[in-house]
Structure formats: C-alpha cells, structure tokens
T-cell receptor
C-alpha cells in the first residue's frame, strides 16, 4: 500500500505486560514520528527519527517507553510494564523531508487498552 | 501548558454555509501552521498549511488565514458539505527539527 501502515490496530494488555507496536512508513520517507493521542486530546509528540537515528525522544513519558528504527524504515514502539495511563491511540507518521517541513502522513494508529 | 489552543470543542453548520474553525497559539517562534482532518478510527490527514510569511492560503473550498500579531489562525470551509464532518486539528511548528504541536481539535458537524 502507499500509506503508513500500523499494526496491530487494537491491542488489549493486562497491566504489567510489555507491548510492541509496529509502524511501516511510506517507502523513501526519511522522517518518522510517534505520537500518543489520549481520548479527547490532540496528538502529543513522543519521538522522532531521521532515517535510523533517533534525534528527539523528549516526548517519551517514562523510561518504560522505547522506540527503534534500526534500518531506517520500519519502526517499533515498545512499552514495558504497561500501566492504565498508557491507554491511548498511538499514531505513527512519516514525511519525505528531514525535520518534517513537508506535511506528515499518519497511519490509522494502534488503540492500546490496558486493563 | 497548551501552546496551540482550539477553544471550541465542537461546531455545527448547515450544509452550504461557511464553517470557521479557530486556533490560537502562544509560541511566537512558530513559523509553519497546518490543519489536519480526522475521521473516526483513522489517522489525521493533511488538509492545508501556511507559512508565517503569508497571511492567507487557499485550496479549493479551504482557506487558512494567519494573523501573526494576534497569534491566531482560522480555517474557512465554504461551502460546507456533509462529508466535511470530522475533527479538525490545528498544528504548528518552528524552524528546524522540531515536532508538530497539535491543538485538542474541534469536531465539525455539517448538517444536511
């Protein structure tokens, strides 16, 4: 497909479990972003990759959150020891240019529910 | 502290009339502004943008206006159509490798 693909679409985890969320960006897109969207809120920045380099992780809420993009394409967001406040939609976005001067293309997100 | 504010959580407009969605920002370093549209269970999709060197950008039925002195931008949709019903997010960034900052969104309902 031509768009950003995220999997799984829905994930239910028991509190304390680890989860891994996958993002396949648009082919050739240099920049990749992860955002967290809580219910009734706008997307909030988590982390940014330029190719395989994680240039900004200032938005990660705790050291339980970890993201990687080892080959500069697919990215994984991992959350360890999930807690109820981690319940949200996790959005991945990619853009052609470094830094995001070109508009971001979002995937449909992964809805994480921690019970 | 919210740097991008959309103070109206919802807006209802009749089909064919103008929809005006508003956005205020506090960071004077922001120089690029975007509007995204989001349908349920989908990711946001880019709609229109404006650079701080302009005060207006138009694309078909959509026009974005920027008032830098007031730190305010607005999105005008005319004529509004039922398919425009969605949540609209205002977003902003400054130069360099800085992430987009989003508002909380405004839910637009266009009534036939």
């Amino acid at each position: 497909g031509a768009g950003v693909s995220q999997s799984p679409r829905y994930k239910v985890a028991k509190r304390g479990q680890d989860v891994a969320l996958r993002c396949d960006p648009i082919s050739g897109h240099v920049s990749l972003f992860w955002y967290q969207q809580a219910l009734g809120q706008g997307p909030e920045f988590l982390t940014y990759f330029q190719n395989e380099a994680q240039l900004d992780k200032s938005g990660l809420p705790s050291d339980r959150f970890f993201a990687e993009r080892p080959e500069g394409s697919v990215s994984t967001l991992k959350i360890q020891r999930t807690q109820q406040e981690d319940s949200a939609v996790y959005l991945c976005a990619s853009s052609l240019q470094p830094g995001g001067n070109s508009p971001l293309h979002f995937g449909n997100g992964t809805r994480l529910t921690v019970t | 502290d919210q740097q991008v504010k959309q103070n109206s959580p919802s807006l209802s407009v009749q089909e064919g009339r103008i929809s005006i969605l508003n956005c205020d920002y506090t960071n004077s370093m922001f120089d690029y502004f975007l509007w995204y549209k989001k349908y349920p269970a989908e990711g946001p999709t880019f709609l229109i943008s404006i650079s701080s060197i302009k005060d207006k950008n138009e694309d078909g039925r959509f026009t974005v206006f920027l008032n830098k002195s007031a730190k305010h931008l607005s999105l005008h949709i005319v004529p509004s159509q039922p398919g425009d019903s969605a949540v609209y997010f205002c977003a902003a960034r400054n130069s360099g490798n800085t992430p987009l900052v989003f508002g909380k969104g405004t839910r637009l309902s266009v009534i036939a």
